[in-house]
């Protein structure tokens, strides 16, 4: 893992800056279930600090999201007196023990700009005891860390229960180990993908994408200003690989910002439709469509009851999901998902599924995915459309249009792809993925 370049001595103003930003988001994430790309791009503190203190910020508020479950036992611990302190003096802690124990910051720091920032937020009150806990943790932290069940502690109850119900202990304990480790930068490159490995000092994957190690600003990186490539991970580059030749067909794809599936069926010549129900988001294929000189017509509508003049011979649904398969990237998602999200999207799903069907022309070919690793958002979707709409067929999907990746592939032909998997190759994102026909 790359780390941002930490503080090494910033100005003190700076990492107290940082550390205070920090401190925002996470009250954001946690107290107001405001996602964490939401809240940095809304963060107006975030833009005035220089790229490696923006970097050390995201890094260290996802790190104590992914890390909540230890860090909270571990300033339980090391408590003088029992009972949690209130909130925002808790999270100061959070941030405090994230630094010390898994961001690699100098003691020193981390101790100090956690005691100031609780003064100046809190009042000095409030000193010792911050003062007091890191200093306990830096002492006492690394050898009870390395005690802890670190991935089952950082998982919520209900997703460990699920996963282990889906999956067995065994692959449920592999998702939750995979999230402790911070995701490669995944990248689909618009042409030849051996051209742009060796020019981007990557890992060319068997599916053809581009890995590289996380870390610095992908706006550098070769390519990006003349649209040679876009952020996509490995699974998620999969759904729009599975239509055969596209070349001049008419592809409807129904979710579709920001745009990275859109972006692979243009490259393959489909002529696109790109639908999403939100109008922002849809500005951002746009804007993503224009940085790599590729073209799609976009539609501002509810996928569920859109009705074109003709059905496509590809349609493409990427359903709004809990993206509980994300994880990795995005260690909100555990902290601000519940059964009731899976419940209400799955009820989402099967409408706009049914209505996929409608747009889906005879003899033509429907992908459904979700990166939600929760069988009900998945599996469940496929089996329940099949029995009750006989216009739909499987077509199974063969490792052999995986790279060969055949973990991927369950015994009725879908894709589902889990965390634990190809550690090897650097981990997958979960993601479910079916192929179905629409008969002729
Ligand atoms: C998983 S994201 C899609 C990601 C996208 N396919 C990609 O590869 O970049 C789901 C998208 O579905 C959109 N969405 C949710 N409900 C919708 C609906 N009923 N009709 C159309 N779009 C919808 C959301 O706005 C969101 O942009």
New binding site residues.
């Given amino acids: 893992m790359t780390k941002p370049a930490e503080t090494d001595s910033p100005p003190a103003t700076a990492a107290l800056a940082a550390r205070g930003i920090a401190l925002d988001l996470l009250r954001e994430v946690l107290r107001k279930s405001v996602p964490l790309d939401d809240a940095l791009e809304a963060h107006p503190g975030l833009a005035g600090l220089e790229p490696r203190d923006r970097a050390f910020v995201r890094m260290l508020v996802a790190t104590v999201l992914r890390r909540l479950g230890q860090i909270d036992a571990l300033i339980e611990q090391s408590l003088s007196k029992p009972g949690l302190p209130k909130a925002a003096v808790q999270d100061v802690l959070r941030l405090g023990v994230a630094q010390l124990l898994f961001l690699g910051t100098p003691a020193h720091a981390a101790v100090d700009t956690s005691v100031e920032l609780v003064a100046e937020r809190q009042g000095a009150p409030y000193k010792g005891l911050v003062n007091a806990v890191l200093r306990r943790v830096n002492a006492e932290g690394p050898a009870l860390a390395t005690a802890q069940d670190a991935g089952r502690l950082n998982t919520p109850d209900w997703l460990w229960l699920s996963w282990r119900q889906a999956y067995g202990t065994a692959r449920a304990r592999g998702i939750v180990d995979a999230h402790l480790r911070e995701a490669p930068l995944d990248l689909t490159a618009k042409g030849d993908p051996a051209t742009w490995a060796a020019a981007l000092e990557a890992r060319l994957l068997p599916t053809g994408t581009l890995r590289r190690e996380a870390g610095g600003a992908v706006t550098e990186l070769p390519g990006f200003a003349e649209g040679a490539w876009w952020v ?1 991970d490995m699974a ?1 580059a999969l759904p729009a690989t599975l239509f055969g030749d596209l070349e001049g067909r008419l592809a409807y ?10 972006a692979q069926l243009a490259a393959r010549g489909a002529r696109v439709v790109a ?4 109008a922002k ?1 849809l500005e951002r294929v746009g804007q993503n469509l224009a940085r790599l000189g590729l073209e799609a017509t976009r539609i501002t ?4 009851g ?1 009705t074109p003049e003709e059905p496509a011979d590809a349609v ?1 649904l ?4 809990t ?1 509980t398969g994300a994880i990795r990237r995005h260690p909100d998602v555990q902290r601000l998902k519940s059964p009731d999200d899976v419940a209400k999207l799955a009820r ?1 799903q099967s409408r ?1 599924l049914a209505h996929a069907v409608d747009l889906t022309a005879p003899g033509g070919t429907l992908v459904y995915c ?2 939600s690793i929760q069988p009900e958002e998945g599996e469940a979707q496929i089996e329940r459309l099949l029995a009750k709409d006989d216009r739909v067929e499987r077509r199974p999907i063969d490792a052999a249009e995986l790279g060969g990746l055949a973990e991927l592939v369950n015994e009725r032909g879908e894709v589902r792809s889990l965390p634990g998997m190809l550690r090897e190759l650097g981990g997958i994102d979960g993601f479910f993925i079916a192929r179905l026909g629409r008969k002729s």
Wanted: hydrophobic share 45%.
């Fill in positions: 996509q998620a794809d129904l979710c579709a910002a920001p745009g990275g599936k859109t639908l999403d129900r939100s988001r509508a509810d996928a569920a859109w493409l990427d359903a709004p999901c993206a989402a706009l979700t990166c």
